[in-house]
């Protein structure tokens, strides 16, 4: 391995050395709402310029399979998280549908995902064209699939070079038309794509033809910001301890959007900051990870019916359920539940199993100190992550 990549990878890992984030890099990896393929296929042509896949040399690349389909498939009911009700994402390590050998590879994967008795949600996450037989596969097997399709404006430009903004609009139509749930992935922010023109042109659409959205600020790391600064300068104008930050957003725009999406369009679910409940809404469930009045779930514009879904399901663990989790998970029982609102573990936790802890006993878990798999610090796993507004020229909102 080159100096230049080791570097690269140490970015990524925040201080984790690059041989250990080699060696811990597992066929899954748990984010915060589901677990993650991280190496079926790996690399992708997109070349989006803050993409973790930057700063281990994975993009711009033709992406390579990394471990068989059939692999892949065994050793999902070997996660230490694994959980019945945690989502399963295909291809968090490249572009799903970038290339033809990636659509073949999760078109047949897919398939004989279909033919087990795993119960798991498959998500997709995309900003290519969603072939025909992936739309066909989806139909005919027992397990929900949920398309996630990543679409905040960028498209075309340098920050996007090669994304396609036709492909990914049409991907809504045809979703909708197979009556496939499609979740509008609206991120990141950045002052090129902070503006009314954009944000109109993304609602006219997607509220016409998405389940709902989820909208996020950028998340970063020394290497995400180091390539992310040409664009949005005053990023490098302080230091920040990124295994503590939550969203980065340009000044203003959030909240400025909050309300534009209140006045435009009242009626339309959009989640902020809140992949779990993108999930449950687009599967008719209530709340699925404890995020219910929660800072994230009361900013959100959830439709009333689906807040009392949520309110009539909530429920605070047992002594006995609080106790059987945490032995799953191997952890110290040192836990304290105070305002009845949440359960805050003494130990120092991994992200994953604050993951899992929070889809097993569907409540708000977090713990003093977090610890991180191989440099995924940006899986979002506690709401007290702070919300980081950051300065950008040409800021056009009243603060």
């Given at each position: 391995m080159?100096?230049?990549s080791?570097?690269n990878?140490?970015?990524r890992g925040?201080g984790?050395?690059?041989n250990?984030?080699?060696?811990?890099r597992?066929?899954?990896?748990?984010f915060q709402?589901?677990?993650a393929d991280?190496?079926?296929m790996?690399?992708?042509p997109l070349?989006?310029k803050?993409?973790?896949?930057?700063?281990?040399?994975?993009t711009p690349?033709?992406?390579h399979?990394?471990i068989?389909l059939?692999?892949?498939i065994s050793?999902?009911?070997?996660v230490?998280t694994?959980h019945?009700?945690?989502?399963?994402?295909?291809?968090s390590e490249t572009?799903v549908?970038?290339t033809?050998?990636?659509i073949?590879?999760y078109y047949?994967?897919l398939r004989?995902?279909g033919?087990?008795?795993?119960p798991n949600?498959?998500?997709?996450?995309?900003?290519?064209?969603?072939?025909?037989?992936?739309l066909?596969v989806?139909?005919?097997?027992k397990?929900?699939?949920?398309f996630?399709?990543?679409y905040?404006?960028?498209?075309g430009?340098?920050?996007?070079?090669?994304?396609?903004v036709?492909d990914?609009r049409d991907?809504?139509?045809?979703?909708?038309?197979r009556?496939l749930p499609?979740?509008?992935?609206w991120r990141?922010?950045?002052?090129?794509?902070s503006?009314k023109?954009?944000?109109d042109?993304?609602?006219?659409h997607?509220t016409?033809?998405?389940?709902c959205?989820v909208?996020?600020?950028?998340?970063?790391?020394?290497g995400?910001?180091a390539?992310?600064a040409?664009?949005?300068?005053e990023?490098?104008e302080q230091d920040y301890?990124?295994?503590k930050?939550?969203e980065f957003?340009?000044?203003g725009?959030r909240?400025?959007?909050?309300?534009y999406?209140?006045?435009?369009?009242?009626?339309?679910?959009?989640?902020?900051?809140n992949?779990?409940?993108?999930v449950?809404?687009a599967q008719?469930k209530?709340?699925?990870?404890?995020?219910y009045?929660?800072r994230m779930c009361?900013?959100?514009?959830?439709?009333?019916t689906?807040?009392?879904?949520c309110a009539?399901?909530?429920h605070?663990p047992?002594?006995?359920?609080?106790?059987?989790?945490i032995d799953?998970m191997?952890?110290?029982p040192?836990?304290?539940?105070?305002d009845?609102?949440?359960?805050v573990?003494k130990?120092?936790v991994?992200a994953?199993?604050?993951a899992?802890?929070?889809t097993?006993l569907g409540f708000?878990?977090?713990?003093k100190?977090i610890t991180?798999q191989a440099?995924?610090n940006?899986?979002?796993?506690?709401e007290?992550?702070g919300i980081i507004?950051?300065?950008?020229k040409?800021?056009?909102?009243t603060i």
């Amino acid at each position: 391995m080159s100096a230049r990549s080791e570097q690269n990878i140490l970015l990524r890992g925040q201080g984790i050395d690059p041989n250990t984030f080699v060696r811990e890099r597992q066929s899954y990896t748990q984010f915060q709402t589901w677990i993650a393929d991280t190496r079926g296929m790996v690399g992708c042509p997109l070349n989006c310029k803050y993409c973790f896949l930057q700063l281990d040399g994975k993009t711009p690349i033709r992406p390579h399979e990394d471990i068989p389909l059939e692999q892949m498939i065994s050793e999902l009911k070997n996660v230490e998280t694994y959980h019945p009700n945690m989502p399963v994402n295909f291809g968090s390590e490249t572009d799903v549908f970038s290339t033809r050998h990636n659509i073949n590879y999760y078109y047949d994967l897919l398939r004989r995902y279909g033919e087990t008795d795993f119960p798991n949600t498959i998500i997709f996450i995309s900003k290519c064209s969603i072939p025909d037989k992936i739309l066909d596969v989806a139909t005919e097997i027992k397990q929900p699939v949920l398309f996630y399709i990543s679409y905040s404006g960028l498209g075309g430009t340098k920050i996007e070079p090669n994304v396609r903004v036709n492909d990914i609009r049409d991907n809504f139509v045809r979703l909708k038309a197979r009556n496939l749930p499609v979740i509008h992935y609206w991120r990141p922010f950045l002052p090129q794509n902070s503006n009314k023109e954009t944000f109109d042109e993304i609602l006219d659409h997607v509220t016409k033809y998405a389940t709902c959205s989820v909208i996020n600020g950028l998340r970063l790391n020394d290497g995400i910001r180091a390539n992310i600064a040409k664009f949005w300068p005053e990023l490098i104008e302080q230091d920040y301890d990124f295994s503590k930050t939550g969203e980065f957003w340009p000044q203003g725009v959030r909240g400025f959007l909050a309300k534009y999406l209140q006045q435009k369009h009242p009626d339309y679910p959009a989640f902020f900051g809140n992949t779990p409940c993108s999930v449950a809404y687009a599967q008719e469930k209530n709340d699925i990870q404890g995020l219910y009045n929660g800072r994230m779930c009361r900013e959100s514009q959830c439709p009333e019916t689906q807040r009392g879904k949520c309110a009539q399901n909530y429920h605070r663990p047992t002594e006995k359920e609080l106790r059987r989790a945490i032995d799953e998970m191997g952890i110290k029982p040192s836990v304290t539940i105070f305002d009845k609102d949440m359960i805050v573990i003494k130990e120092k936790v991994e992200a994953g199993k604050l993951a899992y802890l929070r889809t097993a006993l569907g409540f708000p878990v977090v713990s003093k100190t977090i610890t991180y798999q191989a440099g995924y610090n940006w899986a979002k796993v506690r709401e007290d992550e702070g919300i980081i507004e950051v300065s950008w020229k040409g800021n056009w909102i009243t603060i």
